[in-house]
């Protein structure tokens, strides 16, 4: 069996080769082992790309984390309460 970390890195190659290929102007290829690459065609705009890229990374990544229930607020998370300087 593997570690977690094989496992989340296998699931991002997964995921990066289905979801960028070069329909969308860009590709993010593997290279070596964990390395990868990513090719962008002749005047594909960068802005759009990480805009992508950074989208999908919320939608997928961020989008799913949820607050585990019974978790104290870290102080002053509110905003409320706090004096001081």
């Known amino acids: 069996m593997g570690t977690l970390t094989e496992y989340v890195y296998k699931f991002l190659d997964e995921w990066i080769q289905k979801k960028y290929n070069a329909k969308l102007g860009f590709t993010i290829e593997k290279v070596d082992g ?17 805009t992508k890229i950074f ?21 002053g998370s509110t905003g409320k309460g706090q004096g001081g300087s």
């Open 34 to 50: 964990l390395e990868y690459i990513c090719k962008a065609k002749r005047y594909a705009s960068l802005k759009k790309i990480l």
């Open 55 to 75: 989208k999908d990374y919320k939608d997928i990544f961020l989008g799913r984390l949820q607050k585990a229930p019974g978790v104290a607020a870290v102080p």
